[in-house]
Nanobody
Framework: QVQLVESGGGLVQAGGSLRLSCAAS????????MGWFRQGSGKEREFVGA????????DYVDSVKGRFTIFRDNDKNTVYLQMNSLKPEDTAVYYC???????????????WGQGTQVTVSS
């Protein structure tokens, strides 16, 4: 089992940047594929991106490609979501998730953090 804690959310103006962190504790972090999801108010949870346990593969939803970057530090048991050129439509609660299967569906991931709010003002 692994516990996940996100941090780094906040209020930012459009065009700004934020870096979210997801710190993991428990079983070996390097065993897990990691995903980032988000859920805006009144919307369904949406896949943002994912990174393989080795860091060797990355995938992103089209709406964030070229703006968001996922990377991980297995020595620090942490995965990051660097968000640049933020837009108001990026406003959401952002969640990290861990699992043993890699993909864009929330069902691929077994463990979830509590989420961190990102608000982008226009």
């Amino acid at each position: 089992q692994v516990q996940l804690v996100e941090s780094g959310g906040g209020l930012v103006q459009a065009g700004g940047s934020l870096r979210l962190s997801c710190a993991a504790s428990g079983r070996a972090f390097s065993m897990y594929d990691m995903g980032w999801f988000r859920q805006g108010s009144g919307k369904e949870r949406e896949f943002v991106g994912a990174i393989r346990r080795s860091g060797g593969r990355l995938d992103y939803v089209d709406s964030v490609k070229g703006r968001f970057t996922i990377f991980r530090d297995n020595d620090k048991n942490t995965v990051y979501l660097q968000m640049n050129s933020l837009k108001p439509e990026d406003t959401a609660v952002y969640y990290c998730a861990a699992g043993f299967t890699y993909g864009s569906s929330s069902s691929e991931y077994r463990y979830w953090g509590q989420g961190t709010q990102v608000t982008v003002s226009s």
